[in-house]
């Protein structure tokens, strides 16, 4: 029975009554033992929150693939990119386990369990919105959401806390997402859940992932570096980011290997080609004036 109602206001004075730190997590060097350990700790600790009691099934579990391959156009390596589009998926794992919980394919060994990750995942805006919750608060909830895939794929008798057939997670997207970077040569890179490429009239990117079913947002006007697969550079929203290398801007940095060494190079080239725009747009508000 549900002794509380599952709204937001309820979801946050849970958060914030739970002893956690960012930091906890990420000192843990083995996140299969530590990190699941966790999981379940704060993932009970919301299901009893809610219910005063609660029903488990028991299924085989399965190991399956985690992730699917990154592509990259070989030709674009090394060049700087203008004008890029970049697709997100949001909450790309629990939304599939979502999709799939819906079509009767995934089962939560807790039948309360999902309802509530049910409504992590859809109100996770509203949330993390509250004036009243933390940012330790913001990390737990991101991180009970996220780790349900990867706690599911540890084998144990002892581990009972998941969802049944995650085989079936990575064949939901892995076609499509292939298809798409074999079909629409504008896609220059994807990586499960971020894909960049060239707004084309003749390709339409957007149009075509809506098969899947899963909410994504878009952001226009990127200049990118790409080094290699889960290494690239990128200057979105006037903010250059360094994705997979060391970052020659941070303190302590550590040269990176030869192999991606190009990454001082690229991140020049997009701070010049950022300041370029910044003062084209003054050129152009001038001469409106």
Same mark, same amino acid.
């Given at each position: 029975?549900?002794?509380?109602?599952?709204?937001?206001?309820?979801?946050?004075?849970?958060?914030?009554?739970?002893?956690?730190?960012?930091?906890?997590?990420?000192?843990?060097?083995?996140?299969?033992?530590?990190?699941?350990?966790?999981?379940?700790?704060?993932?009970?600790?919301?299901?009893?929150?809610?219910?005063?009691?609660?029903?488990?099934?028991?299924?085989?579990?399965?190991?399956?693939?985690?992730?699917?391959?990154?592509?990259?156009?070989?030709?674009?390596?090394?060049?700087?990119?203008?004008?890029?589009?970049?697709?997100?998926? #949001?909450?790309?794992?629990?939304? @599939?386990?979502?999709?799939?919980?819906?079509?009767?394919? !995934? +089962?939560?060994? *807790? =039948?309360?369990?999902?309802?509530?990750?049910?409504?992590?995942?859809?109100?996770?805006?509203?949330?993390?919105?509250?004036?009243?919750?933390?940012?330790?608060?913001?990390?737990?909830?991101?991180?009970?959401?996220?780790?349900?895939?990867?706690?599911?794929?540890?084998?144990?008798?002892?581990?009972?806390?998941?969802?049944?057939?995650?085989?079936?997670?990575?064949?939901?997207?892995?076609?499509?997402?292939?298809?798409?970077?074999?079909?629409?040569?504008?896609?220059? #890179?994807?990586?499960?859940?971020? @894909?960049?490429?060239?707004?084309?009239?003749?390709?339409? !990117? +957007?149009?075509? *992932? =809506?098969?899947?079913?899963?909410?994504?947002?878009?952001?226009?006007?990127?200049?990118?570096?790409?080094?290699?697969?889960?290494?690239?550079?990128?200057?979105?929203?006037?903010?250059?980011?360094?994705?997979?290398?060391?970052?020659?801007?941070?303190?302590?940095?550590?040269?990176?290997?030869?192999?991606?060494?190009?990454?001082?190079?690229?991140?020049?080239?997009?701070?010049?080609?950022?300041?370029?725009?910044?003062?084209?747009?003054?050129?152009?508000?001038?001469?409106?004036?």
């Amino acid at each position: 029975m549900k002794i509380r109602e599952i709204n937001v206001d309820n979801m946050v004075e849970f958060l914030n009554s739970r002893d956690y730190s960012i930091v906890q997590l990420k000192g843990m060097p083995p996140l299969i033992r530590t990190g699941y350990k966790d999981f379940r700790e704060h993932t009970m600790a919301m299901i009893e929150y809610f219910f005063d009691e609660y029903t488990e099934v028991s299924f085989i579990k399965e190991r399956a693939p985690m992730g699917a391959p990154t592509f990259i156009k070989k030709d674009i390596i090394q060049k700087p990119l203008r004008n890029l589009n970049e697709l997100s998926f #949001y909450s790309f794992y629990p939304n @599939i386990i979502l999709n799939l919980y819906i079509q009767g394919e !995934v +089962e939560f060994s *807790i =039948k309360e369990h999902a309802e509530l990750f049910s409504f992590m995942v859809k109100e996770l805006v509203e949330i993390e919105k509250h004036p009243d919750i933390t940012t330790d608060s913001k990390h737990l909830l991101r991180f009970m959401k996220n780790y349900l895939y990867g706690a599911s794929n540890i084998e144990s008798h002892i581990i009972k806390l998941g969802i049944s057939n995650i085989e079936k997670i990575v064949p939901y997207y892995q076609d499509t997402l292939q298809e798409l970077f074999d079909t629409h040569p504008n896609v220059i #890179y994807l990586d499960v859940d971020i @894909i960049y490429y060239h707004p084309d009239d003749r390709y339409d !990117v +957007e149009g075509f *992932i =809506k098969k899947l079913d899963l909410p994504y947002g878009i952001k226009e006007d990127i200049n990118g570096f790409f080094l290699a697969k889960k290494r690239y550079i990128a200057d979105i929203d006037g903010d250059i980011i360094v994705r997979g290398c060391n970052d020659p801007r941070k303190p302590g940095y550590r040269k990176n290997p030869p192999k991606f060494a190009a990454v001082e190079t690229g991140l020049k080239l997009l701070e010049d080609m950022q300041m370029t725009r910044k003062l084209n747009k003054l050129i152009c508000l001038s001469q409106t004036k």
